[in-house]
């Protein structure tokens, strides 16, 4: 099925499928392909209004019943790490970060598979081989930087984060990290990390992906102050996560014509580009 704007990019929406974060829920996509030469442009302009991207494809949640999903992200200024943080910040503070162009490594990968056989074993992406897991780095038509953490005195790879860098922030696409350190925090620790990014960078926001009210697998991102969430066609501040429901509907519930007509495209001007 798809539904086109009088002007490019084309709108397509997925078959329903199993929902990976609430049991008994089916999941529904709307998306586009992300190419050409407008292709940073549309990626800053889709990321403003709750889409996300995978590889070379930009999406957003749309289901027929459902729509817990929340795309949420950190005001920069906004942020104040909280006393749990500042441990986090300290226990790592020995960590070296290096970013490094969208390439995928041995190194990599090996973390890649330790961190999903502890965390995510049944998940999605449990059976990506090493092509697949190249794809997943590399297939990017945008300005995208690989960001890894290493203990500089066991000289090993402890975590990676796959980052988009956007006209008014920073994107973490995914991230994973080493599950035998359960006591550094490491996931904390790389959000924290890109707030710091984005502050040097003058940036203003942090994007994180979806928040699920009521999945555990995405509730950390609620203890992060100075979040915003897109509720109606616009970011809102996160006062109290516990006002947020998985049943309520955070998008819109107008026919997917409608909800690509609604969508503001990018209007040509120039992206950012991060400082090395």
Known sequence: MRHTLPIAPQFYVTAPQPCPYLPGRMERKLFTALQGESAQRLNDGLSKQGFRRSQNVLYRPS????????????SVAEFTASKSQKRTARRNAHLKRRATSPWATEEQYDLF?????SRHATGGMADMDTFEFAAMIEETPIRTRVVEYSDPEEDTLIAVCLT???????????????????????GTHVILDHIEIARENDLPY???????????????????SGLEVYIGNSWQKMRDPEAFRAQAHPLVNDPISEQVANIALPDGGPSQRLRP
């Open 63 to 74: 289901c027929a019943d459902c729509a817990a999903c929340l795309s949420a992200r950190i």
């Open 113 to 117: 598979r330790r961190y999903l056989e």
């Open 164 to 186: 988009d860098i956007l006209d008014d922030g920073v994107s973490m696409v995914y991230s994973f990290y080493e599950p035998d350190l359960p006591r550094a925090s490491l």
């Open 206 to 224: 942090v994007y994180l992906g979806y928040w699920v009210p009521g999945s555990p697998k995405m509730g950390y991102k609620a203890a992060f």
